[in-house]
């Protein structure tokens, strides 16, 4: 099926820890975004990529890198896992537009612990 | 900067009534779009129900609804003759082109209870 796949879902990590959180997407879509979720803050956008070999950074970038060598896949890293970076992360994809509506997909999630 | 504000943190509603959530944004553009989504407790987020600024008329699927009032800034969603299955957080999301780039902004969210 068409869509957004993330991996893991799951993950607990120690501080000091480092793991890649990896997006694919097979709809061709130009832009990818991670964002995080934390009770109380909605979706904060922590990085974005407008095509294959850019990434920018969004509201939230400290402490995670990313990168998008292929335009199938954006990969979100943490180097030193902290607790606060404990959250459910979410990756979307969209093909941009002016005027007319393109939908977001979205990835099922990923549930980061970090302790 | 493009913000979206959701006032209401939780909201219940007895099966079969009505409820309405709030959704008030700032925005400097003309152009854009706003949306609901759902999040039940499996995480999926689901396309609730999109909004064009342009469109002066108020968007419907089938038992949800939106009031928008573009120059109040608000967006509200309604649900009529709630069900069971309604019950999960709900999202206000604005998606305009923030900074060069097109970009999807959410509010805090409105966890949504049904009373049986």
């Known amino acids: 099926n068409a869509g957004v796949t993330q991996t893991p879902k799951f993950r607990v990590l120690k501080t000091g820890q480092s793991m890649t959180l990896l997006c694919a997407q097979d709809?061709?879509?130009?832009?990818m975004y991670w964002y995080r979720q934390d009770p109380g803050m909605g979706l904060r956008l922590i990085h974005y990529s407008v095509g294959e070999g850019t990434t920018a950074k969004g509201e939230v970038p400290d402490g995670y890198n990313v990168s998008r060598l292929k335009k199938q896949n954006f990969l979100l890293g943490l180097e030193s896992a902290a607790p606060s970076q404990t959250s459910v992360y979410f990756c979307?994809?969209?093909?941009?537009?002016?005027?007319?509506?393109?939908?977001?997909?979205f990835g099922s999630g990923t549930r980061l612990t970090v302790v | 900067a493009q913000t979206v504000t959701q006032s209401q943190p939780e909201m219940s509603v007895q099966e079969a009534e009505t409820v309405t959530l709030s959704c008030t944004y700032d925005?400097?553009?003309?152009?854009?779009?706003l949306f609901w989504y759902k999040q039940p407790p499996s995480r999926q987020m689901i396309l609730v129900i999109r909004q064009e600024a342009y469109k002066q008329q108020n968007a419907t699927e089938n038992r949800f609804s939106v009031n928008f009032q573009k120059a109040a800034k608000s967006f509200s969603l309604k649900i009529s003759d709630s069900q069971l299955g309604d019950a999960a957080m709900y999202f206000c999301?604005?998606?305009?082109?923030?900074?060069?780039?097109?970009?999807?902004?959410f509010g805090q969210g409105t966890r949504l209870t049904i009373n049986p």
């Open positions: 709809m061709n879509h130009e832009y």
């Open positions: 925005t400097s553009e003309s152009d854009y779009y």
């Open positions: 999301a604005y998606r305009g082109w923030i900074q060069g780039a097109q970009k999807l902004v």
């Open positions: 979307a994809s969209s093909y941009p537009g002016t005027g007319e509506y393109y939908g977001y997909t």
